[in-house]
T-cell receptor, first 115, second 115 residues
Framework: AQSVAQPEDQVNVAEGNPLTVKCTYS??????LFWYVQYPNRGLQFLLK??????LVKGSYGFEAEFNKSQTSFHLKKPSALVSDSALYFC?????????????FGKGTRLHILP | GAVVSQHPSRVICKSGTSVKIECRSL??????MFWYRQFPKQSLMLMAT?????????EQGVEKDKFLINHASLTLSTLTVTSAHPEDSSFYIC???????????FGQGTRLTVV
């Protein structure tokens, strides 16, 4: 079975500092990994994905993530945090791209950027 | 990115009535749609996966007779909460994929309140 772990419920970072939101996964075969962001009472917005290729993936709003196969991790990073980055972040994994392959989400990490 | 429109964004209904939520892919053909439920400060719980033209696959513990899912076309899936009760009050989110190594696109979510 596939699963995603986000070990931190909340991460606090001062504005201008680098931020990291952690994610580890468990899935058989090669994973498809995603990060999404959710603002209050809204759906999820796609940030970035890893499918294959370069382990460092760059996405929207200056975010990036590094796929580490040996550690089964896909941590989200940003070099310099903005107050507007404060939101709920979800890591997700999909085993494959067949119609029946489910997308499973981590529990989410609330990011607070302190001015 | 692709656009998924979910309607209504907010609905209040009386206990015992049924509510239909629509999820439309506006600029791509959604071969698969996922329906999630999100409780306050919690992650997304996958309810069911629906493939166009076939019956939805429900996750364990989700009552298929209560949460009716129809995916009759490549651009529309509906979730009907039948005989709603206050415990069905939640935030429901749909997402859609068009097949291939692509991310899922999310609707804006529907806040259902059953009184």
């Amino acid at each position: 079975a596939q699963s995603v772990a986000q070990p931190e419920d909340q991460v606090n970072v001062a504005e201008g500092n680098p931020l990291t939101v952690k994610c580890t996964y468990s899935v058989s075969g090669n994973p498809y990994l995603f990060w999404y962001v959710q603002y209050p009472n809204r759906g999820l917005q796609f940030l970035l994905k890893y499918i294959t290729g370069d382990n460092l993936v760059k996405g929207s709003y200056g975010f990036e993530a590094e796929f580490n196969k040996s550690q089964t991790s896909f941590h989200l990073k940003k070099p310099s945090a903005l107050v507007s980055d404060s939101a709920l972040y979800f890591c997700a994994v999909r085993r494959g791209m067949n119609r029946d392959d489910k997308i499973i989400f981590g529990k989410g990490t609330r990011l607070h950027i302190l001015p | 990115g692709a656009v998924v429109s979910q309607h209504p964004s907010r609905v209040i209904c009386k206990s015992g009535t049924s509510v239909k939520i629509e999820c439309r892919s506006l600029d791509f053909q959604a071969t698969t749609m996922f329906w999630y439920r999100q409780f306050p400060k919690q992650s997304l719980m996958l309810m069911a996966t629906s493939n166009e033209g076939s019956k939805a696959t429900y996750e364990q513990g989700v009552e298929k007779d209560k949460f009716l899912i129809n995916h009759a076309s490549l651009t529309l899936s509906t979730l009907t909460v039948t005989s709603a009760h206050p415990e069905d009050s939640s935030f429901y989110i749909c997402s859609a994929t068009g097949g291939g190594p692509t991310e899922a696109f999310f609707g804006q979510g529907t806040r259902l309140t059953v009184v």
